[in-house]
Structures are given as C-alpha cells and as structure tokens.
C-alpha cells in the first residue's frame, strides 16, 4: 500500500506576511507586496523597472546577528520559514537519521557572490571572507538546515530555476514513500531583489514596467499585462507519513497526494506553447494521486503575469482538463506577492494546502479586462469551494524546460 504523505507544519517569510498565516491573511485581503525599491544602487545603475516586493520582514529583525552574519539572505529566509514549519508542527522528537531536508533555490547566494567580487577587485583578494563559498552556493540553505535542525537523513538541494521548490516537495514525497527518512524539512527560497537580476530580466523584457503604480503591476490573466514582479522570501512545509504524523499525534493540514515532474525540451526560457510538458506534469501528479479531472476542485496557477507565459498555462490545463479548466476555480497569487523565484512553488502550495482547509480560493488582484487567450475562473475576491472532498494542484514551471506539479488533498 501507498504511503500517505501530510503536511503537519508551515512556515513562510513572504512580500506579504513575515509568518505563514500572516501571509495568508493578507492574501485574502487583496494587499500587494509590490513597492518602490528604496535604494541608492536603483539610481545609479539606471535600472528601467525600480519596484519588487520584497519579504516584509527583514531577516535581521528575527535571526540573531551572529547566526545572520554566517548566512546570505536566501539561507536566512530558508531558515526563518523552516523555524517556523517546524514549531507549528509541534517541534517533533525524530531520530536525526530519519529526518531529512528537501530544500531549493533558483539561483542561490547571489548577494554573497556580487559582493566579494566587489570586495575582491575594489581590496583584493585578502579581504574577500572565508565563508563566502559556503554561503554562495545553492546548497546553503539545505545544508544550514539539516545543521540546525541535526538532519542527518539527507539535505538535498534542486535547482530548477521556478520550478525549485515544487520539485523539492515531489522528492520530498518520494523520499518519505521510499522509506528514506520519517519527517522531512521540504520548501524553498530566493533572494535575488539584486541589481544584476533586475537588469537582466528587464533586458529579457520580462518584468513589468509600471514603475509608477507598483501594487498594480503583477496582473496575470489580464489582457494589459506586461511581465511579472520580482519577489523574494521563503517557504517551508514539515511534511511525514500518515502513520507518523498520527502516531504522535500532530495536526494534520493536507495530504501531498501526488506529484509530477517533467521537461519541456523546447527553449532555454521559453516554456513550450502546446504546453505538451506542463499538461504531462499535471497528468502524472492526478495519476500518483489516484485522481480524475473531475475531482480537480482548485488550482494555484504558476501565472507570472508575463504576456507568454500565461497563455501557454492556459493552454497546457486545457489539453489536461478540456472545457472544465474554465468552471474550475483558479488562483493567481504572483500577482500580491510578486514572483519569488525559486521559493514560490513552496510558498504557492502554503496556500494551496490553506485554501483547502478554509475552503476558500485566494483572490487574484489586479485583474482588468481578462485576455480571451487565458479565461481561467479568476476572481477578485475569495471564492467558497464548498463542503466535501478538495482536491487542487499547484503548479511551477521554470527557465530550463522544468514543470512541477503537486497534487494536494483536503483531510
């Protein structure tokens, strides 16, 4: 028999909340975390978008300073989400060899490396810190956790650009069915609101440019949309088996029933227009979740905001669900907390697992004259999903050709 998998803790540091339910609430409320970027390198490198939303709470406003100073900010996100995960799980007695960490980024310590190089051709090379490799490199995150946390099962790192942290949870499934560990640390993180990223992504005409009305910027399924909005921060979901959860008798918020992973093999950034990988990724997540179209109840769409992509999303779920994709109740939430990356699979199944269990589709903002081409169910305000058994996914698809899919059940 298949292992049921359940998520007994969440945490998140986010644009919209410094704490999961924080985050959750100001979802509900419609707020946007996009903003005005308030520093001194906007002006002087001439950037041509100068918003993003950024984590609300600053890690240096939780985390001791000695533990901050060790770590760049992606790992500080990833450790403040993870803290929290793992308190609202009821802090659990396991084994270290039976606790593992399944931990993403997209791009990793991009602020540590800019600035030693900076450090490095501005001082020299004596001046340039002994832990900048430690904490440049995209495992930090897992590794800091798995020492935090004594995780001595595994701590294991994906990098598949947006798609990171959703991969992360679907091996963090297959680790736990698979018999590897019995708790599992699963999320992900970005911190990469950074000059370089910023430039390059406007250079890729990818970003918004409503420098002038930020909040408004992220508007996917509108027909005026013009890209998405950088975002960062963190989430982290303490996930187990069944019998393990209720063995110590933990709460229990949602069962991951399923996932999919798949690639595109088509363009470097560009996802496939047929959508022939995404709707593969969606299919292999109902299959594992021994589920039909028809028990579908949700959807948390990946829905960047960026004229292509949303399109081609739309498309994908079509060849999946034909004309059910446009009753079932949809979800676009990049557009309040803007784009996190390589975090926002993990921060997007938070909210899934929560709509779930309130029973309530988060609102979309920003929606104006909904585009023909993508005529998902979006709604302004929260939408009730009934009584009964839920079902959703969420989906993640990344530079790279990557899709993920996770498949969540209500319990």
Not at 98 to 123: P, S
Not at 205 to 212: G, H, P, Y
Not at 214 to 222: K, Y
Not at 372 to 385: N, Q
Request: aromatic letters at 6%; proline letters at 6%.
């Amino acid at each position: 028999m298949t292992k049921k998998i359940v998520v007994t803790g969440i945490g998140a540091s986010s644009p919209l909340g410094g704490t999961a339910p924080e985050s959750w609430t100001a979802l509900l409320e419609g707020v946007s975390g996009a903003h005005t970027l308030e520093y001194d390198w906007v002006e002087r490198y001439e950037l041509p978008v100068t918003f993003a939303a950024e984590a609300v709470v600053r890690p240096e406003a939780v985390l001791e300073r000695p533990v901050a100073k060790r770590l760049d900010p992606a790992s500080q996100f990833a450790l403040i989400a993870a803290k929290e995960a793992w308190a609202d799980a009821g802090s659990p007695e396991v084994d270290p060899e039976r606790l593992g960490v399944d931990f993403a980024t997209g791009i990793g310590g991009i602020w540590t490396l800019l600035d030693a190089w900076d450090v490095l051709r501005e001082k020299g090379p004596r001046r340039v810190l002994p832990m900048t490799v430690p904490m440049l490199m995209p495992n930090a995150a897992a590794g800091n956790l798995s020492l935090h946390f004594g995780a001595r099962a595994f701590a294991r790192t994906v990098a598949s650009a947006c798609a990171s942290s959703t991969e992360s949870i679907v091996n963090a499934v297959e680790h736990l069915r698979d018999g590897l560990a019995d708790i599992v640390i699963a999320g992900g993180t970005e911190s990469a609101i950074h000059p370089i990223t910023m430039a390059s992504f406007s250079s890729m005409q990818a970003l918004s440019k409503r420098n002038d009305d930020p909040a408004h910027a992220s508007r996917p399924g509108s027909i005026d949309r013009d890209g998405f909005v950088m975002g960062e921060g963190a989430g982290a979901l303490i996930l187990e088996t069944e019998e393990h959860a209720k063995a110590r008798g933990a709460k229990i918020y949602a069962e991951i029933a399923g996932g999919g992973v798949t690639a595109d093999s088509y363009h470097i950034t560009a996802n496939d227009p047929e959508g022939v990988g995404a709707a593969r990724a969606v299919r292999l997540a109902l299959e594992e979740a021994d589920a039909s179209i028809d028990d579908v109840t949700h959807i948390n769409a990946h829905a960047t905001s960026t004229p292509v992509g949303d399109p081609n999303e739309y498309q994908a779920l079509k060849v999946v669900f034909g004309d059910r994709i446009d009753e079932i109740p949809v979800s676009a939430t990049k557009a309040s907390t803007g784009h996190l990356l390589g975090g926002t699979g993990a921060l997007e199944a938070i909210f899934t697992v929560l709509a779930l269990r309130d029973r309530v589709a988060p609102p979309t903002i920003n929606l104006t004259t909904q585009d023909p081409a993508v005529p998902f169910a979006l709604a302004g305000a929260p939408v009730e999903l009934g009584a009964g058994p839920q079902l959703a996914i969420s989906n993640s698809f990344g530079f790279g050709g990557h899709n993920a899919v996770v498949a969540i059940r209500s319990v």
